[in-house]
T-cell receptor
């Protein structure tokens, strides 16, 4: 399977705990994006990487959120001190340098109790 | 927040019927894309549009990029049960390459 993969698919945690999600993009894609999706809404942009450089962060990304893409391949998204409002589907997408065709992974469903 | 208005919010149709849904924006986009999402999965890209006025087909799906660059529509012909899902429009093409999504159209197809 050469699509975008995400791990874990589901995560249940208690409020105040830290969680980390991983995304493996399509291998030849230089751009990687993180989105968050809540029930009844479309995905909302969080941040994006061009290779290993994080070039933009949404205002949705509070200081409890941090994303990395250390070698320009896989990426991690960490949420510190989780809150119930962080419960959502976290989606990763990747694309080539040209065009806007973004391909999404299956997502990580986070539930904060 | 999101800028795209997608309609209708939901549709209930009989198998074999044609479906039309659209998306409008207060802002201009250089790219329009349409995705389909099944429950518990990520969105799957259906069609990408890059030129104002462009009409593109993918099997039974046809999408158009509006002349004003502020709207797009998606048609599905001869619907089948596996067309069930949520369809999202997305606008893009800005300097940060992010996509702005609508709230989706939930399609239900009765066999």
């Amino acid at each position: 399977d050469t699509g975008v993969s995400q791990d874990p698919r589901h995560k249940i945690t208690k409020r105040g705990q830290n969680v980390t999600f991983r995304c493996d993009p399509i291998s030849e894609h230089n751009r990687l994006y993180w989105y968050r999706q809540t029930l009844g809404q479309g995905p909302e942009f969080l941040t994006y990487f061009q290779n290993e450089a994080q070039l933009e962060k949404s205002r949705l990304l509070s200081d409890r959120f941090s994303a990395e893409r250390p070698k320009g391949s896989f990426s991690t998204l960490e949420i510190q001190r989780t809150e119930q409002g962080d419960s959502a589907m976290y989606l990763c997408a990747s694309s080539l340098d040209r065009g806007n065709e973004q391909f999404f992974g299956p997502g990580t469903r986070l539930t904060v109790l | 927040g999101q800028q795209l208005n997608q309609s209708p919010q939901s549709m209930f149709i009989q198998e074999g019927e044609d479906v039309s849904m659209n998306c409008t924006s207060s802002s201009i986009f250089n790219t329009w894309l349409w995705y389909k999402q099944d429950p518990g999965e990520g969105p799957v890209l259906l069609i990408a549009l890059y030129k104002a006025g462009e009409l593109t087909s993918n099997g039974r799906l046809t999408a158009q990029f509006g002349i004003t660059r502020k709207d797009s529509f998606l048609n599905i012909s001869a619907s089948i049960p596996s067309d069930v899902g949520i369809y999202f429009c997305a606008g893009g093409g800005g300097s940060n390459y992010k996509l702005t999504f609508g709230k989706g159209t939930l399609l239900t197809v009765n066999p």
